[in-house]
């Protein structure tokens, strides 16, 4: 059972991997979470621009550069207005959302921290917008705030509003939606709460952009960041969102190429924003596929993405809570994406293992959020994680899997 979009197949079929003639013929895919699979149009825009567009960019004098120029600060523009920034110059290519949240805490975060103040994250974060927090505490003696965790799975919002009271936090940063629970944090009352209290915001988004429109405007934080590869796009880029005032107060992250004005034995001049943090010869076939990635989810449309996950998520929340002895972490007041469970008897690798030999995909770990899963007392959890082309199929597929894997773990009766 799915939704229906007018006049156009289902999109699982606009994914080659899912191809029923294919080697992967059957795969209940749930892991997107980790990262999403690739439709057909993200791969031939790359395909295509190795065969008949490649060159450098920003350098050559020659037609083939300056059209790949074009295309690669065309996408720049287009990603400016997927989220709703004021400017093209607000848009940085990175690796991706660990990049970005590296570039801030080297950058902003040496320029504008000193040791006694305080940067405050929340206990639902993934590694990475941990761990370059922690370097800063360590190297610099700032101080490293965490806004606990709900009883129901949320962020503790009064927790949240007592570490801001002495107006020592500098610099908020916190996910939009949690990786190893699907928790939604209410991102735009934190941000305002933060930015009243005097601190810069950074939000990870790499899990919400796949998921729903983001309005980086409407929001309000300093910075934004995502991964290409968890919205349908390749690997190895992804997006740094910077205020402009705020970018242009930040010295370089990298140096070399591409990123200067002028460069002389005694002194260099760096470039404005966006050019300042983009040293080097970029991704560029990265930024040609996610361009062609935000073309593929905008021709779906957020609508039907959103109602198809929202028939996708009641589903799976039905068939799992049938589930004797599977307890589905909680996710506060809203879950986007995700259901992050463990099942009694059973470890959750293998849960993975068996689920893999009735052909569903799912993640089983930590989910680089050790900090979160301590909180509930746990070292890891099984993780399915949705895809626009995942169907309700796929979750019964899980749930089958699942029963499947009790019935070998059960306690064998003594005849
Ligand atoms: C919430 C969140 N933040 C950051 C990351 C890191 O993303 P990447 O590995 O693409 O840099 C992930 C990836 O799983 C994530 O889910």
């Known amino acids: 059972m799915s939704l229906t979009l007018s ?17 992967n013929a059957g795969i209940a895919y749930l892991d ?13 825009a ?20 300056a059209n790949a120029t074009d295309a690669y600060e065309g ?28 570039l801030i805490a080297a950058t902003w975060g040496r320029a504008h921290l000193k040791a006694g103040d305080a940067v405050l994250i929340s206990a639902l974060e993934h590694h990475a917008n941990i761990i370059p927090w922690q370097i800063l505490r360590d190297q610099m003696g700032v101080e490293l705030r965490i806004a606990g965790l709900a009883a129901d799975g949320g962020i503790d919002r009064a927790d949240f509003t007592a570490k801001l009271a002495d107006g020592k936090v500098k610099l908020a940063s916190f996910t939009h939606i949690a990786n190893a629970t699907g928790a939604v944090l209410p991102v735009a009352d934190l941000i305002a709460e933060a930015k009243a209290a005097g601190a810069i915001v950074s939000v990870d988004g790499c899990q919400a952009v796949p998921h729903r429109p983001v ?45 200067v004005a002028t460069v002389r034995f005694e002194a260099t001049e760096f470039l404005d924003p966006p050019q300042r943090f983009e040293a080097g010869t970029p991704d560029i076939a990265g930024v040609i596929g996610l361009g ?12 039907w993405i959103e109602a198809h996950e929202k028939s996708l998520l009641a589903h799976g929340t039905a068939v ?6 599977l307890t589905l972490l909680p996710a506060g007041s809203e879950r986007s994406g995700i259901f992050s469970f463990t099942v009694e008897g059973v470890h959750p690798h293998d849960l993975g293992t068996i689920l893999d030999h009735h052909n569903v995909a799912i993640r089983a770990g930590s989910h680089c959020a050790q900090p979160l899963l301590n909180e509930f007392g746990l070292t890891a959890t099984a993780r399915a994680s949705l895809g626009l082309y995942n169907e309700t199929e796929d979750l019964d597929r899980l749930a089958e899997a699942v029963m499947a894997a009790q019935r070998m773990f059960a306690p064998k009766q003594r005849a």
Not at 32 to 44: F, H, L, N, R, Y
Not at 46 to 65: E, P
Not at 80 to 91: C, V
Request: aromatic content about 12%.
């Open 320 to 325: 799992l809570s049938k589930i004797p002895g």
């Open 215 to 259: 309005d980086v405007q409407a929001l309000g934080c300093d910075f934004y960041t995502f991964s290409g590869h968890k919205i349908y796009g390749p690997t190895g880029i992804g997006i740094l969102y910077g205020r402009l005032p705020v970018l242009e107060t930040m010295p370089p992250y990298q140096t070399g190429g591409d990123m």
């Open 75 to 102: 996408v720049r523009a287009q990603v400016a207005r997927f989220i709703n920034a004021a400017s093209d110059q607000e848009i940085i290519f990175v690796r991706g959302a660990t990049e970005g949240l590296n």
């Open 7 to 23: 006049n156009r197949p289902h999109p699982k079929a606009d994914f080659p991997i899912f191809d029923p003639a294919g080697p």
């Open 46 to 65: 790359v395909s295509a621009f190795y065969a008949t567009g490649y060159a450098n960019i920003h350098r050559g004098v020659y037609k083939l550069s």
């Open 32 to 44: 997107s979470g980790a990262s999403a699979q690739k439709p057909k149009s993200v791969i031939e």
């Open 292 to 303: 062609a990635a935000i073309d593929y989810i905008q021709s779906l449309g957020w609508a």
